[in-house]
């Protein structure tokens, strides 16, 4: 666990100054759509989890590091979105409890501090399930929860915008990238892949349509296990075709 | 005009470090797509067009100014798509002219210099028509032209990976934006619009359906007007609808 003084006093050491990630991460529970916001010690209101990025590490690993750090899981589906660096971004001051950070670091932090200068950010999008994450705190942070997409407070510095682009620029992918496997279970029925895809889009999908699009892509692979809901019906299992799914995910493809 | 010396020495009070926006800027020239390249005097490979940003400017204004003044267009269609922050991408010894530099600054930059830190780029990608587009150097370059897609060369720094991923992200975001109107005369027949969304997609395009699918769409508006071409035919001439299009660059579309 990293000291906050040491971070605010020393950071420039391990971590390059007026850029950092941030990442909206998409969880799904099987019925809606959530993403994970984080409450620091010293900001008032609900974030986007972030972080610098260390010296030796690129964009997307600092980005991997934060959204395993926040979920417990490594390796989630990664996309860069946005970067954001509108003057004075970060410099809000309603944004910044500056008492709990005097209390925090013991001095007062000025103009010539490495966290000073204009510092843009690069937005990542993460996916995952909900039932295998474990929602983190790390030494800045003093909550972790996760909100459906549809209730998202108010939030800190400019994350409003890019919670709004995030989710935007997911949407798009969506048309572009299998980007499904990571929220269902191995075997799942085409009822359970388009409540999936309508939590994503947040749009109603054709029942007969879109599973149609999906098999003519190639990116399933019927089972022969039936899944057993009680009553006469049995609906069939699928799985998603890796080969196809690796390919797509490499060359695009385009889902409507 | 800027003077070299002095942007190397003193940048940093007009500049953000560890910052710049680089823009790849498509070109059409009715039959086919360019993008255009800068030599930059420092630089031993050709590059995409780029730039630090200015302490007063968002990183949007940077951008729009870099693709103003090597085109001679303002307000052209921009688009962010990747910023790239790989450690040392811009400290790759190979792609300076480090006797050129010397010659040109008087001094040798050390590692105390505003511009010798880790510094991520900002990608963007914009489209133009190459008829009103004049390509034009900058204080640290010495030439500027069109190069078609298909034959570029390789670039300096990491701009090879940075040219084909804007080339990749303006074909994605055609299925999702209307971004045909810089590109064509203010009328055009259905013909010319399939030859350029060719061009941008690097796909032969099905003649009967694409025009019924942007006509679906309604962003086309039919004018009485003909196209006279001689013999007995007379393609009709087309405009785009301007509040569809509109709307279509706010929110959207799906163009398949």
Not at 121 to 143: C, H, I, K, R, W
Not at 221 to 237: A, M, Q
Request: with cysteine.
């Amino acid at each position: 666990m990293e000291d906050i003084r040491n971070f605010f006093l020393k950071g420039y050491i391990d971590y390059r100054p007026n850029l950092v990630v941030d990442c909206a991460i998409f969880g799904y529970d099987g019925e809606q759509l959530l993403v994970l916001l984080v409450k620091d010690k010293i900001v008032t209101k609900w974030c986007l989890p972030g972080g610098y990025i260390r010296k030796d590490e690129s964009l997307e690993q600092a980005a991997a590091r934060v959204t395993a750090d926040r979920t417990g899981i490594a390796n989630l589906f990664l996309q860069q979105f946005k970067t954001f660096g509108d003057v004075g971004r970060n410099c809000n001051k309603g944004s910044w409890d500056e008492d709990k950070l005097a209390e925090l670091i013991g001095v007062k932090i000025d103009n010539d501090n490495w966290l000073s200068g204009e510092t843009a950010s690069v937005g990542y999008y993460a996916v995952t399930d909900m039932l295998n994450a474990q929602p983190s705190t790390d030494f800045l942070s003093s909550e972790c929860k996760w909100f459906p997409v549809t209730e998202v407070p108010s939030l800190g510095f400019d994350h409003d915008e890019m919670f709004r682009e995030a989710l935007l620029a997911m949407r798009m992918h969506l048309y572009h990238y299998p980007i499904g496997k990571a929220l269902l279970q191995q075997k799942f029925t085409l009822k359970e892949i388009r409540f999936l895809y309508e939590a994503l889009s947040g749009k109603k999908l054709n029942a007969t349509n879109f599973p149609i699009k999906l098999q003519s892509l190639g990116l399933l692979t019927k089972l022969e296990e039936k899944k057993s809901i009680g009553g006469h019906r049995s609906p069939t299992y699928y799985k998603f075709n890796s080969e196809t799914y690796e390919k797509a995910l490499d060359e695009g493809l385009v889902l409507v």
